[in-house]
Every structure is written in structure tokens, then in C-alpha cells.
């Protein structure tokens, strides 16, 4: 078992963030600020660890980053340089990533010993933990897997949430770059509200099944999610919450007409 001075306090709740642009790691707007005060809310809890399942870690099989300094990875291009000189130096979790690994019984787990921390977790912690002072480790996403696949994964990460453990799936509900304004002003699309809107509907009737069938919501479905990747991470948080839980959203919009910052929190 990890060793470690935390002491949690209690289950841990479990989050969807909507991570949307990189830029959001140094930006100063409503998104930032909710993550910071959802941050701060979360510090009594004193958190043994995070594990992020991200939208920007695709991989062949499913694996569990075990490594004791992970870096930060700056996976994007053609953004400002001040994006490429940020670290977020969090130290791993290496005993809770292998406890992960047997823990994950759907599916055959491999360790990986590379992967460090993507933009889908870093731009994303750097707000709510700033002191980069809580260990962080990434589960991967099977891209090749059916969406009930991520699902069963987050069932089994749920027992995580009792050790002191944060699970946060970063994505985003609606995610169509083929149709994104790059105004930061932009108008939502009708279309991309419409999704979002349906989404948070069947999240408030606890209605998970709906949203793994997410195909069987018709062609606005696909107009929000033309690749899967970023909608994924969600399924994994759904998976590792109790429908009973309370549930709130912390964070409600749509960036450059087509990007959902939508983030809650269950439990």
C-alpha cells in the first residue's frame, strides 16, 4: 500500500472537466476561476492522489503511467511559446498506479513507464492545484474500444475513490474542431447547445445508459461528437459514480461555438 503523510478524508467525489483549449492554462476567465475554486473546495478533502483519465492519452490496449516524475508533456502545436516553458512538476503515485493495474479487472492493464502528463490533465491542475503538490497518474483511453468498454474501466476504478483517490475524466461534452470559431467571442452553434443541453438532461436523470448509447441520439450527436476521444473520458467518470450521489455542474459553457467547457462533480 502507498505510504504516504495524507490523510484523506472521507470518499472522494468524482469530476468531468472540460478542458477545451490549452491556451485555458494561462488564461484568467470564468472557466479558470471555477477550476480554482472547485480546487479549493476539494483541498479540505486532502486528495491521496489524482488520476486523470484524458481525452490526449490514446492508446492500443489500456495502460497505467507509473512513474515516479512525470513530465510535462506540451502535446500541441503552433500555440504561443509561454505554453511550451510551463511545468506542472507533480510527483507520480507508483504504488496506487500498480494497485490500478490489478484493480482494473474488465480488461488486461499494462504499466507504462513514459507517459507523463498530458494537456488534458496539467492545464487543468495547474488551476485547481497550483502547489502541484498532490501525486497525479493517468489512465489511458483504448480508442479501438466500444464506449460501454470505458464504461466497465470506470466501474472498476470506482473502489479508487475510498482510498483517497480523485478521478477526473477531462474531455469535452461537445468537441467539433472541423466547425470551431476561433473568436473568443464566438456564438455557440445551435446545434452545439442543443447537445449540451440533452446531455445535461440525461446527467440530471442519472440516465448513463443514454449517454453510452450516445449514437442513438441522432445526427446532432454527431455533429458534437464527430471523433469520440474527448467525449470518452466522461463514461469513465460516469462509471466510477453511484447514481444515488449528488451531483453538480461547476461549470456551464460553450467556447468558440463549438466547444462544451461543461464540469461536474458527483459525490
Not at 511559446?81 to 490500478?100: K, M
Not at 474488465?106 to 513507464?113: I, L, M, Q, T
Not at 497518474?137 to 483517497?164: C, M, N, T, W
Request: hydrophobic share 40%.
Amino acid at each position: 500500500m502507498i505510504q504516504s503523510d495524507r490523510s484523506p478524508s472521507g470518499r472522494m467525489p468524482v469530476l468531468f472537466i472540460g478542458h477545451g483549449s490549452p491556451m485555458n492554462a494561462v488564461y484568467d476567465n470564468s472557466f479558470t476561476r471555477s477550476l480554482s475554486s472547485l480546487g479549493s473546495s476539494l483541498r479540505s478533502l486532502n486528495p491521496l492522489a489524482v488520476l486523470v483519465v484524458s481525452a490526449h492519452w490514446l492508446t492500443n490496449g489500456t495502460r497505467v503511467s507509473v512513474n515516479e516524475k512525470p513530465k510535462t508533456i506540451h502535446d500541441f502545436g503552433g500555440f504561443p511559446e509561454e505554453l511550451y516553458t510551463i511545468e506542472y512538476p507533480a510527483p507520480g503515485a507508483d504504488e496506487l498506479a500498480r494497485e490500478t493495474v490489478g484493480l482494473i479487472r474488465s480488461v488486461k492493464v499494462a504499466e507504462d513507464s513514459t507517459w507523463g502528463l498530458d494537456h488534458g490533465a496539467w492545464t487543468v491542475l495547474r488551476h485547481m492545484f497550483p502547489g502541484a503538490d498532490i501525486p497525479v497518474y493517468q489512465v489511458s483511453i483504448d480508442y479501438h474500444k466500444p464506449a460501454e468498454h470505458h464504461f466497465a474501466i470506470g466501474e472498476d476504478l470506482k473502489p479508487l475513490r475510498e482510498r483517497g483517490v480523485l478521478i477526473i475524466g477531462s474531455g469535452n461534452i461537445v468537441h467539433n474542431l472541423y466547425t470551431v470559431d476561433y473568436d473568443e467571442h464566438a456564438q455557440p452553434f445551435p446545434w452545439a447547445i442543443e447537445f449540451d443541453e440533452i446531455v445535461k438532461s440525461a446527467l440530471l436523470r442519472r440516465d448513463f445508459e443514454t449517454l453510452v448509447d450516445y449514437p442513438g441520439l441522432g445526427n446532432t450527436a454527431m455533429m458534437a461528437i464527430p471523433t469520440n476521444d474527448h467525449y470518452l473520458p466522461m463514461l469513465y467518470s460516469l462509471g466510477a459514480a453511484d447514481r444515488e450521489e449528488a451531483l453538480s455542474f461547476t461549470h456551464e459553457e460553450i467556447q468558440n461555438g463549438s466547444i462544451s467547457m461543461r464540469c461536474f462533480r458527483i459525490g
